[in-house]
């Protein structure tokens, strides 16, 4: 049972069509998630920039829309009955350079975080021991990282390099302060232009409440549209090695994945275990025996035991129940439950 009528249908296809957009309906989700699982999204409409994407949610807001937005799905589990939302595929390859001018603006800065910002601009006009000047690059939410560093390398900038090959939009890499080794996303938040049922509005970092694969936005119904993201103008050829170092460690992961399924240990754990690591792949390797389980098309990836692939034709339920199988064996040999890296969406009951 949907709830969404004829009438509503048409409502929303009448204004997405003044937008420009085509609305699809019943649309397969598998395909703009990386592990290549979902059900149907009852209406579905792709975005291509954050103009676009503002005027969508604007939309949705007024007249109550139950609505979800997606980057590159890289961190989602989708039910197999799929959503009975307006999903929003943003995507987006638009950033712009900011002058100095541009960046010393601040845009209808809401929040109180005035004394934090007012350092990093001061930074601005500093010049790094490296040579490196600090630039501000404005980026739509929707663009994706992978193509963003490269882009920016060509025109000297630099900063992101850590996060080569993670296949995240900007969107999602603040939504879950996405990190790789020490770095994490929300270090180079500069300021962020977001949307939620009131109206549009400009934060600085300090909002989001940055911290371990957190942000506040996994407690808010906010939408990001575009960052500015606070990076290097110099040499790039040192951060081009670590692109490439990156890169490469990454693409030995599992791609047909949502990336790590579970939290690493925390140190507590680790010394009442009295592991030598934290990691969740020694864990579930060494400890619970279950490196390369099944269930349906679901692993325990061979390679990395972090992360569950989908070996072909795996649903979101097999998914979904290898995570309980492993967090069930977890529980009962080590009385440690395992929290989740990714989010299962839609009903599992
Ligand atoms: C092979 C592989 C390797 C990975 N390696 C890493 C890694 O090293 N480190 C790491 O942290 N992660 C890693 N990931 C996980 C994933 O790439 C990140 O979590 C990434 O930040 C998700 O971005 P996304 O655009 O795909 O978000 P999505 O999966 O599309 O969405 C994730 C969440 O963010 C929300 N969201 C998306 N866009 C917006 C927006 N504009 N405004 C508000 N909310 C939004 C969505 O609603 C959803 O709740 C990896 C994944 C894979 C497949």
């Known amino acids: 049972m949907t709830i969404f009528n004829q009438q509503v249908v048409g409502l929303i296809e009448h204004h997405m069509s003044a937008l420009n957009l085509s609305l699809l309906q019943n649309c397969p989700l598998h395909q703009f998630t990386t592990i290549g699982i979902g059900g149907p999204a009852r209406l579905l409409v792709q975005t291509k920039n954050a103009a676009a994407l503002e005027q969508v949610i604007a939309f949705v807001n007024v007249h109550k829309i139950p609505f979800r937005v997606f980057g590159h799905g890289s961190n989602v589990i989708i039910s197999d009955e799929g959503l009975d939302e307006l999903v929003i595929i943003n995507q987006s390859e638009n950033y712009k350079i900011l002058t100095k001018a541009e960046a010393n603006a601040l845009p209808g800065i809401?929040?109180?975080?005035?004394?934090?910002?007012?350092?990093?601009?001061?930074?601005?006009?500093?010049?790094?021991?490296?040579?490196?000047?600090?630039?501000?690059?404005?980026?739509?939410?929707?663009?994706?990282?992978?193509?963003?560093?490269?882009?920016?390398?060509?025109?000297?900038i630099y900063g992101l390099e850590w996060f080569a090959g993670i296949p995240a939009t900007v969107g999602g890499a603040v939504y879950t302060n996405m990190d790789h080794g020490r770095k994490s996303f929300g270090a180079v938040v500069r300021l962020a232009r977001l949307i939620d049922e009131k109206s549009a509005f400009t934060v600085s970092s300090e909002y989001f409440q940055f911290r371990e694969n957190y942000s506040i936005l996994r407690d808010k119904k906010a939408v990001v549209l575009w960052v500015d993201l606070l990076l290097k103008k110099g040499d790039v050829t040192h951060a081009r090695q670590i692109a490439e170092h990156n890169f490469t460690l990454k693409s030995l992961q599992p791609q047909r994945s949502a990336g790590v399924a579970f939290r690493n240990l925390t140190e507590e754990q680790r010394l009442r275990l009295n592991l030598p690591t934290g990691s969740v792949g020694y864990l579930i390797d060494r400890i619970l025996g279950l490196r390369g389980a099944v269930i349906g098309g679901a692993k325990i990836s061979e390679d990395h035991a972090a992360f569950i692939e989908n070996t072909g034709h795996a649903t979101a339920r097999d998914v979904y129940n290898l995570f309980q199988k492993v967090n069930a064996a977890a529980r009962s040999q080590t009385g440690i439950s395992l929290e989740a890296d990714i989010s299962f969406l839609g009903r599992y009951d």
């Open 110 to 156: 809401t929040i109180s975080q005035y004394s934090n910002v007012t350092l990093q601009l001061r930074e601005l006009s500093e010049k790094k021991s490296d040579g490196a000047e600090k630039i501000v690059v404005r980026v739509d939410s929707g663009t994706r990282l992978e193509s963003l560093i490269n882009r920016l390398f060509e025109q000297g």
